[in-house]
């Protein structure tokens, strides 16, 4: 670990959090701890620590709501979103 990593308890050990943003009432409640669950698993492979560490993966969801989403310098809805996710789905 850099010497810039995140401490806390003043045990030395870094923490590690991940912020993720989604639309308001994007996930469900399954949808949710399967994100926390995954994004856990992959700091902990990444930084070769094992699942004895998981406290120290902090996930942080944040909702954004509906009309405040923007990219392309115009709002973007979810069912835009939704849309563009499919697609992408069906295409791969």
């Known amino acids: 670990m850099s ?3 995140f401490t806390a308890l003043g045990d030395g050990e870094p923490r590690f959090r991940v912020d993720v943003t989604v ?3 994007a996930l469900s409640q399954r949808r949710t ?4 669950n995954e ?4 700091v ?9 560490d998981a406290l120290r993966v902090w996930v ?17 809805r979810f069912a835009e979103l939704a849309a563009l996710a499919k697609a992408e789905h069906a295409n791969a």
Not at 44 to 52: I, R, V, Y
Not at 60 to 76: D, F, K, M, N
């Open 39 to 42: 994004a856990t698993a992959n």
């Open 33 to 36: 701890e399967g994100l926390v």
């Open 3 to 5: 010497g810039d990593a």
């Open 44 to 52: 902990l492979a990444t930084a070769g620590l094992t699942e004895a």
């Open 60 to 76: 942080l969801i944040h909702e954004q709501p509906e009309g405040t989403w923007g990219a392309g310098a115009s709002i973007v």
């Open 23 to 25: 639309p308001e009432g």
